[in-house]
């Protein structure tokens, strides 16, 4: 993938993240923890995902006819076979940069997911509430694509080395 797809996934991510602190946070405490407390977070945080998922997928199919319209635009008396050159080489085809930027930048993200694993392990280890072990969990995941986004947009700007 692009710099250009990787920078619209770490965005929707962060975008995702906010929303879900805030509504998260307005959900509140409804008292002692129960089962079913318990169960209604994991169905939001279920819905939450999903929803999540589709949006990223919306996203990007916006991004790439937003780019093909772009090249579209600014090449109009080419034919469709250019300009479907033009947007693949945007959004679509790999080279060996770009495997090497998607590998380290999937590290990163599984880092990140890693350590929010053992945070939450250590917040049931330590008596903290299960929802908030859920919570830190969930959150890992949504930090682990966004580092894994901004990560490959560091690359792509810098440029990254073998080794």
């Given at each position: ?9 770490a ?9 879900y602190?805030?509504l ?13 407390s ?49 947007v693949s080489?945007?959004v ?24 929010g ?8 280890a ?10 830190i ?15 490959s ?11």
């Amino acid at each position: 993938m692009s710099f250009g797809v990787k920078a619209v996934n770490a965005t929707a991510g962060a975008i995702l993240l906010a929303a879900y602190v805030v509504l998260a946070l307005g959900r509140g405490a409804s008292g002692p923890e129960d089962i079913d407390s318990l169960r209604s977070l994991a169905e939001f945080m279920l819905v939450f995902a999903i929803v999540g998922v589709v949006a990223i997928i919306a996203v990007n199919i916006i991004y790439r006819i937003a780019v093909c319209a772009v090249f579209a635009a600014k090449n109009k008396d080419a034919n469709d076979g250019d300009i479907e050159r033009s947007v693949s080489a945007v959004v679509g085809c790999e080279d060996e940069m770009d495997k090497l930027i998607n590998l380290k930048s999937q590290q990163i993200g599984y880092a990140c997911v890693g350590m929010g694993i053992v945070a939450t392990l250590f917040a049931f280890a330590y008596g903290d509430s299960p929802a908030l072990a859920l919570n830190i969990l969930f959150a890992s995941l949504l930090l682990g694509v966004i580092a894994e986004g901004f990560a490959s947009c560091g690359m792509y700007a810098r440029g990254v080395r073998h080794g």
